[in-house]
C-alpha cells in the first residue's frame, strides 16, 4: 500500500469514528508538504504500518503500554507542589506497543533535526544517549522527571515559554463563539471537566495540534473565581494502530456505534470523559 492510499483509507476510517472537518483536513494536508518534521507528527498512520516492516526485530520485542505516536514535541510541562514536571500531553494514539517502538520514534525525530541542522550531534552519539537514558529510567523505576532539583538548564528553558500568558489568552479571545449544535458527546465531556462551581463563559472551536487535525475541538473560556479558566475536549478514535493491524478493514457497525463522537480533555489536568 503506498502513502496515498494509506492515507485516504485512514481518513476514511477515522470518519467512521466522528464527523471530520473538511476545512481543517486541507490545512493538515498543506502542513503535511512543508517539511519532514510536521510530515512525521501528522503521519503516525503509516507509520505504524511500515516500522515493523522496517524493524522487525525490534517490533519482536515485549510489549507495554506507550504512547503511541513518534513525534517528540508533544509534552506537557506540568506544575505539582511549586515543582515543575515533564510528562506526555497528548494520548490519541495510546497503544500496548513494543517498549522498543518509543526508542524507535525518539532515534527518528533526532535523525531528523540533525539532517535539518537543528541539532549539532553526531547520530550515534545521540542513539547511545537514547538508551543509555532509558536504561536510567528503568533502573529508577520510572521517576518522575522533576525539573527544579536536577535540571535547571531545561526548566529555564520551559518555564521561559510560560512566562507570556497574555499571547496564550489573546489566540483564545480571537476565537469565533461556536453558534452550532454542540455535540453531545463534545458537551457531556466539557461539563466534567468544569471546576465546581462554574457557570457561564463561552464555547469557541479551535484548530491546533496536526495529527489531529481535522478532528472537531471545542473549547470552554470563562472566569472562575477571579482567575481566567479554559477546558478543551476533541473528537478521540482508537489508536491509529488498530488501523494499521486491521489493514484498513472498516470496523464493524457495532464497533463505530460505540466509538463514534467520542470526546475527550486531551490534557492531563483535565481527565474528562464524555460519550455520545
Not at 492515507?7 to 490545512?27: G, K, N
Amino acid at each position: 500500500m503506498n502513502f496515498i492510499k494509506a492515507t485516504a483509507r485512514y481518513e476514511a476510517w477515522l470518519h467512521q469514528h466522528m464527523d471530520l472537518v473538511a476545512p481543517d483536513l486541507r490545512r493538515k494536508h498543506t502542513r503535511m508538504r512543508e517539511a519532514r518534521f510536521p510530515f512525521l507528527r501528522a503521519t503516525y498512520y503509516r507509520w505504524a504500518q511500515v516500522w515493523p516492516e522496517l524493524c522487525p526485530d525490534l517490533a519482536a520485542a515485549p510489549r507495554a503500554g506507550r504512547r503511541g505516536s513518534p513525534c517528540r514535541e508533544l509534552r506537557h510541562l506540568a506544575r505539582q507542589r511549586g515543582k515543575a514536571r515533564l510528562g506526555v500531553n497528548d494520548f490519541d494514539e495510546a497503544w500496548r506497543l513494543p517498549y522498543t517502538h518509543d526508542l524507535v520514534g525518539l532515534a527518528t525525530s533526532v535523525a531528523i533535526a540533525i539532517s535539518e541542522s537543528r541539532l549539532r550531534l553526531d547520530f550515534t552519539v545521540a542513539a547511545e544517549a537514547i538508551v543509555e537514558g532509558y536504561r536510567a529510567g528503568l533502573e529508577e523505576a520510572g521517576a518522575a522527571f522533576v525539573f527544579s532539583e536536577h535540571h535547571s538548564a531545561l526548566r529555564e528553558m520551559a518555564i521561559d515559554r510560560l512566562r507570556d500568558p497574555e499571547q496564550f489568552w489573546d489566540k483564545l479571545d480571537a476565537l469565533q463563539t461556536f453558534r452550532g449544535k454542540l455535540p453531545e458527546g463534545a458537551a457531556k465531556a466539557l461539563a466534567n471537566s468544569l471546576p465546581r462551581g462554574a457557570k457561564g463563559g463561552r464555547i469557541a472551536r479551535r484548530v491546533a495540534g496536526l495529527g489531529s487535525l481535522g478532528r472537531p475541538r471545542f473549547v470552554w473560556l470563562a472566569d472562575w473565581q477571579g482567575a481566567r479558566i479554559a477546558r478543551e475536549v476533541k473528537a478521540a478514535a482508537q489508536s491509529a494502530c488498530c488501523f494499521a493491524q486491521r489493514g484498513g478493514v472498516p470496523l464493524p457497525s457495532s464497533t463505530r456505534r460505540s466509538c463514534g463522537a467520542r470526546f475527550v480533555a486531551p490534557t492531563p489536568s483535565s481527565p474528562a470523559r464524555g460519550a455520545g
